[in-house]
């Protein structure tokens, strides 16, 4: 990309699987636990990039949002979050996910099977800010692998519609008019898997 026009790439990593998007929020009132952490990541490397682009030559008025897969379901998820207003000015997203947004309701049941994987009662999450992280990606694992076959065509970890970061199901959204009005490039990829 870089080489063949006149861009800057930025590449963004975020928290995965249990990670980034285990929806304990509903969990505890505490407010220890935030919602939809991997997208936050997202959320936060773009307010980076709209802060700092233009030392490296970049544009902050012109940042297009670009994720293939996972990373597809990341962009469409954001087209329709507030927290994303004015952080890019286009997206592309190939063979996007996009209904891959689950309830909290639903979400819940995944993070009460991994904090029974793990052995951490709903009484007792201060644990898990000091469990082992090999536990912790362990617990994840048997989960992530678990959802699947339990009910197939799901994923375990994935964005949850909380009412703040994620409103609604982004195909809601769209249908409704409710995204950024931000050009959009939207497609799947031949022989993805």
Do not use: C, M
């Amino acid at each position: 990309l870089a080489v063949g026009g006149d861009v800057v790439v930025v590449t963004v990593n975020y928290r995965l699987g249990a990670l980034g998007f285990l929806e304990l929020s509903t969990l505890d009132d505490s407010g220890r636990f935030a919602s939809n952490l991997g997208l936050r990541d997202v959320l936060a490397a773009l307010g980076w990039v709209r802060d700092n682009i233009a030392a490296f030559g970049g544009d902050p008025g012109r940042v297009t949002l670009f994720g293939e897969s996972a990373g597809g379901g990341i962009v469409t998820t954001l087209l329709g979050s507030p927290a994303a207003a004015g952080l890019f000015s286009a997206a592309i997203a190939q063979s996007s996910p996009a209904t891959s947004i689950y309830d909290v309701g639903r979400a819940q049941r995944v993070a009460e099977r991994f904090l029974e994987v793990l052995g951490v009662g709903h009484d007792d999450l201060g644990r898990l800010t000091s469990a082992p992280t090999d536990a912790l990606v362990s617990a994840s694992r048997h989960v992530f692998d678990e959802v699947p076959v339990r009910t197939p065509g799901t994923l375990a970890f994935a964005p949850t519609v909380d009412g703040d970061l994620v409103p609604d199901y982004p195909v809601n959204l769209a249908r409704q008019g409710r995204t950024h009005p931000v050009p959009l490039i939207i497609g799947t990829n031949k022989n993805e898997a």
